[in-house]
């Protein structure tokens, strides 16, 4: 492993058990056994640190786009369910972190972080979802005028559905979750009715509350969710 990915790796590990504003970059020089001028020519602050990081989740995500892409799958519909079925394992695998993930990422002024991972997953996300929409268009499939908008405005949906799932997998409340249900049965429609279909031929209602029974299930196992998603 490169001097790079390693300051990545131990940041990570103090950040998670320190938490960002506790840590310092002496402490991360010291813990990787470097030097400042070694720290220094990779990096400026902890802050590119922290940013390599959220870099580095993204790739992870269009790693797994990469392998969703190599299989030979039966229709671009499919593909496009792919999508969502995709974020929710990249998700899934990586739920024993979501405590440290939590913990990394919750400080004073973590709004531009967050904003830019959210920036970033649009990005990727967008850009898969428009690939796949100007797929179905030449094959006749659906007729979508404006297909990056379309992908757009979809995986911006996706963003809204990840910001509530953290509360309605806790949640006791039943109210919520009916809500919650009422959220994705409106957004299914959306998509679908913006590709012209009169039935739901993209899964987001069902995907999106298996992936809450399983956080759910996993959660009660471990009994130390924190936050994250």
């Not at 020089?29 to 030097?35: D, F, K, L, Q, T």
């Not at 913990?103 to 990005?123: D, H, P, Q, V």
């Not at 429609?189 to 069902?206: H, S, W, Y």
């Not at 399983?214 to 009994?223: E, L, N, P, V």
Request: net charge neutral.
């Amino acid at each position: 492993m490169d001097l790079k990915q390693n300051i990545i790796r131990t940041a990570y590990k103090l950040f998670a058990e320190k938490g960002y504003e506790k840590t310092t970059v002496s402490e991360i020089i010291e813990s990787v056994g470097s030097s400042k001028g070694g720290f220094y020519h990779h990096f400026k602050s902890k802050d590119e640190v922290l940013e390599a990081i959220t870099i580095n989740y993204i790739k992870d995500l269009v790693r797994y786009y990469e392998k969703m892409q190599e299989k030979n799958v039966e229709s671009t519909i499919e593909s496009l369910n792919n999508v969502f079925i995709t974020i929710n394992k990249c998700k899934a695998n990586k739920i024993e972190e979501w405590p440290e993930i939590g913990k990394i990422y919750s400080f004073n002024g973590n709004n531009t972080i967050l904003r830019k991972m959210a920036e970033e997953f649009e990005i990727v996300t967008t850009e898969l979802y428009k690939k796949l929409i100007i797929q179905g268009n030449e094959e006749g499939i659906f007729n979508v005028k404006y297909p990056e908008y379309l992908a757009g405005l979809w995986t911006r949906e996706l963003i809204r559905i990840y910001s509530i799932i953290p509360q309605i997998i806790l949640a006791k409340d039943t109210k919520k979750y009916v809500e919650f249900t009422e959220l994705l049965k409106f957004s299914e429609e959306l998509i679908n009715g913006a590709l012209g279909f009169d039935t739901n031929k993209i899964k987001i209602k069902e995907e999106a509350l298996s992936y809450v029974k399983y956080c759910r299930d996993q959660f009660s196992k471990q009994d130390n969710y924190k936050g994250g998603s």
